[in-house]
């Protein structure tokens, strides 16, 4: 018998019952299983856009208002209208772009946390990870996995804005967080740039290195000048309906994703190309790097030039119109859940 046709008398009973358990910390799951187990993947995050030629001010603005060395981190978060206060584009990530001033040093700390930097406007910076340096480059994808040192710094002479993702919802939900500041702001150099990719991202790696697939990469850049190449090399064959032209970014000693957390991606669309609508439990943060278009997220559509930022939430059907040859970059926590067993997809 549905709850609405019982007797008050028997309603009422229930709900003194229901108060006098409260007194001990007790709630009755028959009146929250509907929402604790849905018949579909619910979220609390929405779909969202944000225009970078329209706030590209603000971040400079902030540059005039506070330091690097005084943020430690100067970010603008990228907050999910659904989610304000909570620092998260995503139920499980986080986004933000951060800027760096030429001359300006963004300390050395490490944490917990697991970050990706996807550089969008202006060259000159760098990051070190672990005591070598990498110079950052538009489109370059590059990560500081979990419980590495890293600073960042700017020997240019133009403000370099790069995107910014974490998982630190996902950490914070686990209770993990830590971080400990670097010993001096920047690290001192104990290997040359490029060390890493010659090392690891050339289909080798040292005779006697080995890895499991829970470990984050050694690589910890992926050049946009290599993804592009890559894409463009494939541009003639037929594409996915649904996709285009999409790649996965993994970790070459292992073929897992370069960081246990997070899964980063790279697509490419053709001028005039209309995906089919796909959808997957992964909440997915998407940037452009080249062309333009736009993103039907659900009932609501976006449109995205270079430098644009979108978020399509947990099964939110998403469907891509280019206006022209388009490079996209995506992030998600799709590593995460295909290891707890949990992560699905549809294709429409």
Known sequence: MHAQTLPQAVRDERQQFYQRISASNLTPLWEVLGALVPPTPRTDAVAAGWRYAEIREQIMEAGRLIT??????????????????????????????????????????????????????????????????????RGDFIITPSWTFHDHGNLGNEPVVWLDGLD?????????????????????????????????????????????????????????????????????TPADPHFGHKFRFVNPATGASPMPTIGAFAQRLAKGCVTRPYRSTDGTVYACLEGGGTA?????????????????????????????????????????????????????
């Not at 289909?203 to 890895?211: K, L, R, S, T």
């Not at 490079?327 to 997809?345: K, M, T, V």
Request: hydrophobic share 40%; net charge negative; charged share 20%.
């Open 168 to 236: 630190i919802p996902t950490v914070r939900f686990y209770g993990a967080g830590f971080a400990e500041p670097g010993r001096a702001a920047s690290q001192q150099a104990v290997r040359p740039e490029g060390d890493a990719l010659a090392r690891f991202g050339n289909n080798m790696v040292p005779v006697d290195f080995y890895q499991t697939p829970d470990q984050p990469t050694k690589v910890f850049v992926y050049p946009f000048a290599k993804t592009r190449a890559s894409l463009l090399a494939v541009a003639e």
């Open 68 to 137: 690097a060395e005084e943020a430690e981190r100067r970010v603008l978060i990228l907050e999910n209208p659904a989610l304000r206060g909570q620092s998260a584009i995503t139920s499980s990530l986080y986004a933000g772009l951060q800027l760096i001033l030429p001359g300006e040093v963004a300390p050395a700390h490490r944490h917990s946390q697991s970050a990706l930097r996807l550089v969008l406007d202006g060259e000159g910076a760098y990051t070190a990870v672990d005591g070598e340096r990498t110079t950052m480059r």
């Open 296 to 348: 039907q997220i659900g009932d609501q559509t976006f449109e995205f030039a270079p430098n644009d930022v979108f978020v399509v939430p947990s099964w939110h059907a998403l469907e891509l119109r280019a206006k022209e040859d388009t490079i996209l970059f995506s992030y998600s926590d799709r590593p995460c859940q295909q290891a707890l067993g949990l992560w699905r997809e549809e294709k429409i």
